[in-house]
């Protein structure tokens, strides 16, 4: 049975090439099994014929190696760089393939044999305080508004009845130090863009450590 996993992103196929100079030839042999008979790869480039003949040349190069045949290291080496061309060339291939059809490209990279790289899931920043370093400090991230913005910042210790100004950065970060340990403080910011001033946001409480 045939898992089909779907996707909404673009998704990148990755050759695990074998650390160990003895498992190309069976990587590769794997991947050729993969991908014969598979309806998503009607036309390879390289051909499949193409990356076998390189296998067996190769699988041939590595027995001479082993058996001290002089010459046969250079030539095993010749060899595998030249396999792992052919592969590379053929991850090409299964990359066009699953960039036709974002929705099953984790599927269609699988079903060659390869690997879907991974890639880092980044959270959106949403206004938050923290911390600092040292006693009374505290960190201030918030969302970035534009490419070109400012950033305005307050804080209040009295639950918002008065606030008291920081200075404005054009980083969508700031810190402030020199508050009493042990006390509730609340922090808001707004955004300066070309087009004006933003809203103030919502005002985010921390107990100052």
Do not use: C
Not at 5 to 31: C, D, E, F, M, N
Not at 81 to 110: C, F, H, R, W
């Amino acid at each position: 049975m045939t898992t089909t996993v779907k996707s909404t992103h673009r998704t990148l196929a990755s050759l695990k090439l074998p650390t160990k100079v003895s498992g190309l030839a069976t990587y590769a042999q794997q991947i050729v099994t993969s991908m014969t008979g598979n309806p998503a790869f009607a036309t390879p480039v390289p051909t499949l014929a193409e990356v076998t003949a390189a296998t067996t040349e190769y699988q041939a190069a590595e027995a001479a190696a082993l058996a001290r045949a002089k010459g046969a290291v250079a030539t095993r080496n010749e060899k595998r760089t030249a396999l792992i061309q052919l592969l590379e060339q053929l991850k090409t291939y299964v990359q066009a393939q699953a960039d036709a059809s974002v929705e099953n490209g984790p599927s269609i990279i699988l079903g060659a044999g390869l690997a879907v790289r991974k890639t880092p899931v980044h959270e959106p920043r949403v206004f938050a305080a923290k911390a600092g370093a040292v006693s009374g400090s505290v960190k201030l991230v918030a969302p970035a508004a534009a490419h070109r913005a400012s950033y305005d910042w307050q804080y209040s210790i009295d639950g918002g009845k008065t606030w008291v100004a920081l200075p404005s950065t054009l980083q969508a970060k700031t810190s402030v130090s020199g508050l009493a340990a042990g006390t509730t403080v609340q922090f808001k910011y707004q955004a300066v863009t070309k087009t004006g001033e933003g809203d103030w946001s919502p005002a985010f409480s921390l107990l100052v450590n």
